[in-house]
């Protein structure tokens, strides 16, 4: 198991890595005490946004106070899914949120941790097969085909509203001609 000093060292030759020119390591994320973050790759700064499209498209990153050095990456991977959590449907129920924090100082902490790690993992990983197994025997992508879908069903029904409404009489028409 990874210390956070092992990763905070890391973290740390990554970034000089990163500002010396050639990348080694982890994209490197300072944290200001004015609470902004300043990604060092692209030299401005970034949102919790961001952050979740870096996760989203699998960029090894780290997160560093500025002023401690201290690696605060789960800290704000946790402020990215309690802004994703208020933003719309919610991924973990109220109940599970609160069995989660229930773990928190008992005797199963370490075991629900690493439960709910690698049950996610397998999960990913099963989906990935079985959606590759899908693509190998009908030759298409289940999730691109179900997407084109959904998007072709959305323009014909955008396409019939607009009919349906372009055929309504006008209420605000003067005349019979401004109606057709």
Request: hydrophobic residues 35%; charged residues 35%.
């Amino acid at each position: 198991m990874t210390t956070t000093r092992a990763k905070t060292k890391r973290a740390k030759s990554g970034a000089q890595a990163d500002e010396g020119g050639g990348r080694h390591g982890p994209r490197v994320i300072r944290k200001y005490p004015n609470r902004r973050l300043y990604d060092t790759v692209e030299s401005r700064y970034v949102t919790l946004a961001d952050v979740r499209r870096l996760v989203v498209e699998r960029v090894d990153f780290v997160v560093l106070d500025r002023k401690t050095q201290q690696d605060i990456t789960r800290s704000i991977l946790l402020q990215v899914i309690a802004e994703q959590e208020g933003a719309g449907e919610s991924l973990m129920s109220r109940d599970f949120l609160s069995q989660v924090i229930r773990t928190y100082g008992s005797g199963v902490q370490d075991f629900v941790g690493r439960y709910l790690d690698e049950s996610l993992q397998l999960f990913t990983r099963e989906q990935r097969e079985l959606r590759d197994r899908f693509k190998s025997v009908v030759g298409v992508d289940p999730f691109e085909t179900v997407g084109a879908l959904a998007q072709k069903n959305y323009q014909r029904w955008k396409g019939l509203q607009e009919e349906v409404f372009a055929r309504l009489p006008r209420p605000w028409a003067r005349d019979e001609k401004e109606r057709d």
